[in-house]
């Protein structure tokens, strides 16, 4: 059972929708059950598997395989090319400076003499 079923109320024996109530202590909310929305008897705790990591391992059952194979977003090289990651750029606090033309630069722009900043960092490791 989950909250929005329709059920047969064994409280009051009606039709009815299952809702989800908050359950309070004081001015607490301690949990959540399930409750009948015309007389609002309790009908029961919320299945924890509908939520969280259960359903998500459910999911990923349904499209074949577990979900240890991640999907890298992380773009291909090309992408870094462009002035901010290039070992020329000079940072300055309102504009971009590349340290070889002395010129303010344009965080994308792709110049011929682009060179990863990152790609310097690990050879001299
Ligand atoms: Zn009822």
Known sequence: MKSGDIITCPHCGERTVV???KKFSGWQITGEVLACALCSAELGAPEKAASGSAARDRLA???GGDDTEHVT???GEEHRRGCRNCIHLLEHPFKLLCGRTR???EPMHVCPEFQDRE???EKAK
């Open 119 to 121: 790609k310097k960092e």
């Open 19 to 21: 809702k989800t109530m």
């Open 73 to 75: 977003l992380a773009p």
């Open 103 to 105: 010129r303010e630069v």
């Open 61 to 63: 059952a349904l499209l």
